[in-house]
Nanobody, 124 residues
Framework: QVQLVESGGGLAQPGGSLRLSCAAS????????MSWARQAPGKGLEWVSS????????YYADSVKGRFTISRDNAKNMLYLQMNNLKPEDTALYIC?????????????????WGQGTQVTVSS
């Protein structure tokens, strides 16, 4: 029933921008915090950002702070990640994840559903 479908990934040059989207269905979207994580080839999963269910505040990993912005449109059941000033180190599969409650987590635990991911490649 719960589905999370990411889109918006692709190829970008260093310093460029991409906007990722996550379409959610099968649950009361506004009642749950949401999160983005990423996984580079051969590396472990890395937490990127999380946002409250009502969107009142958000948190970021140090590696993306000041460059990425997480947001949501609860009327449309959509989660977004605006990525600016991209770096080659941002190359990864970006995964949309549903938190178990309305409070966001800044870790890799506390999730119950996630999508298949969308690939972001940053290269000159």
């Amino acid at each position: 029933q719960v589905q999370l479908v990411e889109s918006g990934g692709g190829l970008a040059q260093p310093g460029g921008s991409l906007r990722l989207s996550c379409a959610a269905s099968g649950f009361t979207f506004s009642s749950y915090a949401m999160s983005w994580a990423r996984q580079a080839p051969g590396k472990g999963l890395e937490w990127v950002s999380s946002i409250y269910g009502d969107g009142r505040d958000a948190y970021y990993a140090d590696s993306v702070k000041g460059r990425f912005t997480i947001s949501r449109d609860n009327a449309k059941n959509m989660l977004y990640l605006q990525m600016n000033n991209l770096k080659p180190e941002d190359t990864a599969l970006y995964i949309c994840r549903k938190v178990r409650g309305p409070q966001p987590t800044m870790s890799l635990t506390g999730y119950d559903y996630w999508g298949q991911g969308t690939q972001v490649t940053v290269s000159s």
